[in-house]
């Protein structure tokens, strides 16, 4: 490497070894003090850049990709309100553990706490949502700091990916000196070269390697029930592995949509299995949760039944919303599972077995007797596209995906503070370098993030936005008979059409008014690639009589276990 001014140095020795660490994507923000590391980025020959306008959208792009990829992401943006722009991503990726790391520029100390131009106090401003902050200063000419650059990324990305604690984000902030453009005069300042070297290991290895111990199987004692459910959430463990335990147990998996283990072995009818709480032949005597168990909240009745109730994650989340666990354990789940010693009761999980298959044909049945679209319908036909990954946005879809879709594709979303925040941006994440993308949300998650499309380049995805002209979901709650101007105070009708607003934003946009045609229209923008959103128009009361009906068939299929 040639000398360059300090700025610049510090930028390429950070740049550099964050690519040692692995670090593949930086999506970038426009602005003038963080110049220096924009550029450094740029000309790094691996590591892709983005540049994303808004910094809210920015930093959901890359929780969004960093959750996929599952190795941390870089933000980078300017000084000021920008930084607290990073926030909901912030709080999105502590609860969710995704690594993302959140590089800040800041003014020198001397142009802080004195008023001036575009400063705020950056020092910590995520507070403990971070795993790890730091305050990097200034690149002074007169000190060598390649290893102090290097090892804080090393440390940066360790502590990102659960060194010492479990994942999420770290924060560096970083003051920068003019020039921060790679020149000794900017016409503005001037500056001496570097004088140090801002090499890494000469093998190309990281400065330093970090050791995250797997954690061992939790030793329960005498815990084993014959009729045990294992409810599997969002979470880091084998998946292949569970299923195995679960068939030598003999108990059933009801998998989540977000669990990654929806296929022939699982359960995922169990929402409308606990239609009116636990059916008394499919009452346990032990419940295991692993990992993140949202978005049914009818799952409550399933952890208040009085038995044991183990919630196991192997980064010692504390997920326990009823307050019923009688365990609440950090170990591997697998090997957890693997310590219990149950002879299976086979009649038990053939019991959980046919009530899904029945309760599942009676749904499909019930929901294709309707010929209009409703949010279940939609969800449903999902499963029959081409999609390898399905994005979810909160509120109803990821609600009607986890009831609804059957598909072996994996499925994200953004479950830890279910913001309808950020939806665009973690979609257009997940789906920046993958294949067969679709992305399913509300008509107000959509518009929310609207100013997410505004990208340098826009990756393969089709957006399928169930537009019911505002929250659906408020229907479902207290509010809509207890609220005056219902309509305006909650629902907030829009009446915008979206079809026009991607199209302004360079997508292709068509309105569908028929599954056949949703699931067709899918297809072809998935195989034909660039960016497409498909609305799909749906009549609230439709939707809302359409779900009654469900349960009511779930009512139906219970009686008769
Ligand atoms: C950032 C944020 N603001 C507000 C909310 C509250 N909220 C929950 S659902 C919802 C409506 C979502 O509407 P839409 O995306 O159209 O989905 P639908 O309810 O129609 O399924 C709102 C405003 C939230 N979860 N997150």
């Known amino acids: 490497m040639s000398q360059p001014n300090p700025s610049t140095a510090q930028a390429r020795a950070l740049v550099d070894e964050l690519h040692r660490h692995g670090v593949r994507l930086a999506v970038i923000s426009p602005g003038s003090r963080s110049a220096a590391l924009a550029i450094a980025f740029e000309e790094h020959p691996a590591v892709e850049t983005r540049v994303v306008l808004d910094e809210r959208s920015a930093a959901f792009l890359a929780l969004g990709h960093a959750r996929a990829s599952e190795v941390p992401v870089v933000a980078v943006c300017t000084s000021g309100t920008a930084v607290a722009n990073y926030l909901p991503a912030v709080v999105e990726a502590d609860l969710s553990m995704v690594p993302l790391i959140l590089m800040t520029a800041d003014r020198p100390p001397e142009l802080r706490h004195v008023g001036s131009n575009q400063t705020i106090d950056q020092v910590g401003v995520f507070g403990d949502r971070t795993r790890w902050f730091c305050d990097v200063g200034l690149a002074d000419i007169t000190l060598d700091l390649n ?56 093998d190309g290895s990281p400065w330093q390697v970090d050791g995250v111990a797997r954690p061992g199987p939790a030793d329960l004692g005498l815990l084993e029930g014959s009729r045990g459910v294992v409810v599997a959430g969002q979470g880091d463990y084998d998946r292949k592995q569970l299923v195995a335990e679960s068939e030598r147990l003999g108990w059933p998996i009801l998998a989540t949509a977000l669990s990654g283990l929806r296929g022939d072995n699982a359960v995922d009818t169990y929402h409308h299995l606990l239609v009116d709480g636990v059916p008394p032949p499919l009452t346990p005597d032990l419940v295991i949760t692993i990992g993140h168990i949202g978005p049914s909240d009818r799952f409550s009745s399933l952890t208040g039944v009085t038995c044991p109730q183990i919630h196991l994650d192997r980064w010692g989340a504390w997920r ?56 279940p319908a939609i969800a449903r036909s999902i499963g029959a596209t081409g999609a390898g990954q399905v994005v979810v946005s909160s509120s109803m879809p990821v609600r009607d995906v986890d009831a609804h879709t059957r598909s072996a594709a994996r499925v994200f979303a953004n479950p830890g503070a279910s913001g309808i925040d950020g939806f665009v941006s973690t979609a257009l994440g997940i789906a920046t370098g993958r294949k067969s993308t679709l992305a399913l949300t509300g008509d107000l998650s959509f518009l929310h993030d609207a100013g997410g499309l505004v990208i340098d380049e826009l990756p393969d995805v089709v957006f399928v936005v169930v537009d019911n002209d505002g929250g659906g979901l408020f229907d479902h709650l207290p509010q809509a008979v207890h609220s005056p101007d219902f ?53 609230r009361e439709t939707d809302l009589k359409m779900r009654r009906a469900l349960d009511d068939t779930a009512r139906a299929v219970v009686a008769g276990l």
């Open 320 to 375: 326990d919303p009823r307050r019923q666990s009688t365990h609440i354990v950090e170990a591997d789940p697998v090997g957890t599972l693997h310590s219990f010693d149950n002879v299976a009761d086979n009649a038990w999980k053939s019991l959980w077995d046919s009530g899904d298959r029945e309760m599942r044909s009676a749904l499909d049945e019930r929901i294709t007797a309707e010929p209009n679209l409703s949010g």
């Open 487 to 539: 309509e305006r105070l909650f629902v907030a009708p829009h009446g915008r059409d979206l079809t026009r607003l991607a199209r302004a934003h360079g997508l292709k946009g068509l309105e569908v008014d028929a599954v056949e045609d949703l699931v067709a229209e899918a297809d072809s923008g998935m195989a034909e690639g660039g960016a497409h959103v498909l609305v799909a128009k749906v009549d």
């Open 147 to 202: 290893g102090y650059w290097r090892s804080t990324i090393s440390q940066a990305v360790a502590r990102a990916n659960g060194h010492g604690s479990r994942p999420g984000p770290g924060h560096l902030n970083l003051s920068f000196r003019e020039p921060t453009v790679p020149v000794s005069d900017d016409g503005r300042t001037q500056s001496d070269s570097y004088a140090f070297s801002i090499e890494g290991r000469s």
